[in-house]
């Protein structure tokens, strides 16, 4: 959850617990809106790829073509490859490389796909031009990316209520656009796509008992992360009680069984012509 100034971008490092939660992210549930555009033979670039799940369930459905995931994160990539090793996924290969500086030639990749990593960076236009020179004519990007605006919240604990807008405040002071899902399309279009359609979708956080439980306490660690705390004290966002509390209220919050929370995901398909 924490996030790191870097540049033009805002850097973000993940924890091992966000690791092992993304990796279960999947195409079918997490690209829907994009896999019908990806045919076997294309050669797609997973921007942004994390741990790699999503980069591999693309490399068995361009088979046999190719699926390439390039992430600035060192732990990330070597958890793909771990990833890939175990899943026995031979079309793949994984790469550190930043996103605004991708280290392909221009015209290489017949697909492109980015999932929750633009709305980080200080200019998405910059980064989404980046994707488009080195995307083929013709060729197809997929783009998801939360909305903070859209997030769906029942509680009743004050502590839960108070931490997202604290997250959103810190995403901002950072550079990042809390509501990127809505503003994508703008950003695709200056950087340079015309044809694009939208499309939207939400990940639910409270669907099973299961997953309230593992998501309550994926939000204690990184509201407890020196990453999210010691910025928010150093900003006088909020005071050192109110940020102890809000890991414990996580943990617990699967005990009630009228707590709902679901992310909201703006998505887009855009081609380059």
Sequence with gaps: MGK??????????????????????????HAAFFIDHLKPGMTILDCGCGPGSITLDFAELVAPGKAIGVD???????????????????????????VN???FAD???????????????RDPVRAFGELRRVLKPGGVL????????????A????????????????????????????NQVAYLRRAGFQRIEASASYDCWTATPET???VGNLMAVGFASA??????????????????????????????????????????VAWKE
């Design 155 to 182: 509680t009743k604990n004050e502590y839960i209520r108070k931490a997202f807008p604290l997250f959103i405040r810190l995403m901002e002071k950072n550079g990042g656009d809390p509501f990127f899902g809505r």
């Design 72 to 98: 600035i994160g060192p732990a990330q990539i070597e958890k793909a490859k771990l990833l890939q090793a175990r899943r026995n996924v031979p079309n793949a290969a994984f790469h550190l490389g930043d």
């Design 227 to 268: 990453e999210f705390v010691t910025p928010v004290l150093d900003s006088q966002f909020a005071d050192h009680d109110t940020l102890q509390k809000i890991p414990p209220a996580f943990r617990s919050w699967d005990e009630d069984p009228d707590v709902f929370a679901a992310e909201a995901w703006g998505e887009a």
């Design 4 to 29: 790191r100034r870097a540049g033009h971008r805002t850097r973000v490092e993940f924890s091992p617990d966000f690791l092992d939660f993304f990796s279960d992210r999947h195409a079918a549930t």
């Design 101 to 103: 500086a991708l280290p």
């Design 107 to 121: 015209d290489r990749f017949d697909a492109l796909f980015a999932h929750g990593v633009i709305e980080y960076f």
């Design 212 to 214: 309230t439980r593992r």
């Design 142 to 153: 997929g783009a998801r990316h939360g909305d903070w605006g859209g997030f769906l919240l």
